[in-house]
């Protein structure tokens, strides 16, 4: 007998932020939430009870933190009629500030994550994920493959998933701060308005680095320019304006072969943080 198929489960994705020390797993949600129960009630006796764990756990937990962590998180201050009190050091506040802003980061990220990865009726699209917004109507994700080094400026060679090439020419100073390497990942951003085309001429010579041949998929004509859809050999879309003279006389049209013209000067990096 067939097994009866139910409804297919929407997919989606989860993910635990911790913080390690040399590799050593120092906390989680659970441990950082110790350490808020600790500056919330000033002992780890009550921060034990008010977190729902035994002293000892909570004073193991707290041992290996300060262990791992190279110098104290938590100290126990003597005196008083209470008998003294446990409380965060300067160090301990600041590791928990800053994974509550890590923490905030990665939900949002999570949260992209689950709503892009797994709709399976589209391409998956890291671009869309990581939210990236700029004017640049042209955005790829993709690798770095060559790193030239001259004296002032960079030649740097992104290659993307369906094998097209991009140059970019970018100063020393910009290479360094990106932390532009050979295979690390890179986001190139082109303007509709930088991306020149031509057509009928295969043997062109000019001094753009990147020249891109494609098929024209689609025209979308405006007040002052016409937008053109690229449909990229090897994969991939990209999209110039030009101007309704243009078109006419590069004889634009969906269907039409065209060569994109790009300056390695207008190509854009960047990487995500």
């Known amino acids: 007998m067939a097994q009866r198929r139910g409804r297919t489960p929407r997919l989606g994705v989860g993910g635990t932020l911790w913080v390690t020390a040399d590799g050593e797993n120092l906390g989680s949600h659970a441990r950082m939430a110790l350490l808020q129960a600790v500056v919330e009630q000033g002992s780890i006796t009550q921060a034990a009870k008010a977190f729902g764990m035994s002293y000892k756990a909570a004073w193991d937990a707290v041992d290996a933190m300060n262990r791992l962590a190279g110098e104290a998180l938590v ?126 001429v295969p043997t062109l010579r000019v001094s753009a680095r990147n020249q891109i041949p494609g098929t024209v998929l689609q025209l979308q004509p405006g007040a002052v320019n016409t937008e053109v859809l690229l449909e990229v050999d090897g994969g991939g879309r990209l999209v110039a304006m030009v101007t309704p003279a243009a078109v006419q006389d590069l004889g634009l049209a969906p269907g039409v072969r065209a060569t994109a013209l790009v300056k390695a000067s207008d190509v854009v990096l960047a990487v995500t943080i």
């Open 75 to 200: 100290e126990r201050r003597p005196g008083g009629r209470g008998g003294g009190s446990t409380q965060l050091t300067e160090h301990g506040r600041r590791v928990l500030e800053r994974y509550a802003q890590v923490e905030q980061a990665h939900q949002r990220f999570v949260e992209l994550l689950a709503r892009e990865a797994f709709d399976l009726t589209q391409e998956f699209s890291l671009l869309k994920v990581l939210n990236v917004r700029t004017t640049a109507r042209n955005q790829f994700l993709g690798t770095v493959s060559a790193l030239r080094s001259g004296a002032v400026h960079d030649e740097v060679e992104l290659t993307l998933p369906g094998g097209m090439r991009l140059a970019a020419i970018v100063t020393r100073e910009s290479t360094e701060a990106l932390g532009l390497r050979v295979r690390a990942p890179a986001i190139a951003m082109v303007q509709a308005g930088h991306v020149i085309l031509a057509t009928g």
